[in-house]
């Protein structure tokens, strides 16, 4: 089918590449005006509940949240992630294997064909 046949635009691959490498040093700017708007909108619930909570004290708490958070991803989630990556890719490459191995032995075979052919000719 014409319509689902795959193109190569290298300047889309370029573009895609350069955004998705960039997000990682523009993330923690959202969320600093993310925390900033969320504070300035829960303020003045927090000041009845909490009035020692300042907006350092705010950022300070998230940033030990967040990081908590990463942690948790670091020591759990990351290894699991690499165990199912590691057992797909020796699916797949075994698989790739076994294939490359039958089409060597079928190129060994039709060598001693063509050779064969060869010397009955001489």
Do not use: C
């Amino acid at each position: 089918m014409r319509l689902l046949k795959q193109r190569n635009l290298p300047w889309l691959g370029a573009l895609m590449d350069s955004i998705f490498t960039t997000l990682p040093i523009l993330s923690p700017l959202s969320y600093v005006t993310m925390i900033a708007i969320f504070y300035a909108t829960v303020r003045e619930y927090l000041v009845g509940w909490i009035p020692w909570m300042t907006f350092s004290w705010f950022v300070g708490i998230l940033i030990l949240l967040g990081l908590t958070l990463m942690a948790g991803v670091y020591l759990l989630v990351l290894p699991s992630i690499w165990n199912f990556r590691k057992k797909q890719m020796a699916l797949l490459e075994t698989e790739s294997l076994r294939e490359i191995k039958i089409l060597q032995e079928e190129v060994h075979e039709l060598r001693k064909e063509i050779k064969g052919l060869r010397e009955e000719k001489a």
